[in-house]
C-alpha cells in the first residue's frame, strides 16, 4: 500500500526559483538499477524527481545535495535515484512497467522537487514535496535514514527531541 506523509514544518516554499547550477557531489543511479542496489544493500532509496527547466530542483542541488554532511550521510545510509519527471526512460516498479514520466505520476508527483523515501524493498515510505533548506534535509535523512519513520516515531517527536 502507498501512502504519502505531508511533514509541513519541513516545507518551504516559494514563488519564483532562481536557476543555480551548481557542483554534482551526489553520485546517482537509475530508478532500476537503485532499486536493484537497495535491496542488496538492505538501504533505502532517496529519488530525487526533477525536471530539467526546474530552477528549485537545481538550487537543491546547489545548496543541499552538494553539501558534505549531506552527501556524507547519502554515501552511508542510502541509494540515490535521479528521476526525470518528464522522460521516458524505461523504469520498473512493484512487477509493472513504467517510464519516468508514468511512475512521476503513480507517486501522484505534481510538483518539484519533490524527494520519495522507498524502503530498500522498494515500498514507498513518504514523498516530501519542494525545496527543502540544508539542515532541515539533513534531519530528515537521519529522521528515515536511522529508521525513526518506521518504528513509528512522529516527525514532531523527532523534531522535539533531535531539532534545532
Not at 500500500?1 to 532562481?18: D, K, N, T
Amino acid at each position: 500500500m502507498r501512502h504519502s506523509l505531508l511533514l509541513p514544518a519541513l516545507l518551504l516554499v516559494a514563488a519564483a526559483a532562481p536557476a543555480l547550477a551548481g557542483p554534482e557531489a551526489t553520485s546517482w543511479t537509475t530508478w532500476d538499477a537503485g532499486l536493484q542496489q537497495a535491496r542488496q544493500l538492505q538501504r533505502p532509496v532517496l529519488v530525487d524527481v526533477t525536471t530539467q527547466w526546474c530552477g528549485w530542483c537545481k538550487r537543491m542541488h546547489h545548496d543541499v545535495y552538494s553539501r558534505e554532511d549531506v552527501r556524507d550521510y547519502l554515501n552511508q545510509k542510502f541509494v540515490t535515484v535521479k528521476l526525470d519527471a518528464e522522460a521516458s526512460d524505461p523504469a520498473r516498479y512493484d512487477g509493472q512497467a513504467f517510464t519516468s514520466r508514468s511512475l512521476a505520476s503513480y507517486f501522484r508527483i505534481t510538483s518539484y522537487p519533490t524527494t520519495v523515501f522507498l524502503k530498500s524493498d522498494g515500498e514507498h515510505l513518504v514523498s516530501v514535496p519542494g525545496y527543502v533548506e540544508p539542515a532541515k534535509f539533513l534531519l530528515l535523512l537521519r529522521y528515515i535514514g536511522d529508521g525513526h519513520l518506521e518504528r513509528g516515531e512522529s516527525w514532531e517527536d523527532y523534531l522535539a527531541k533531535h531539532g534545532k
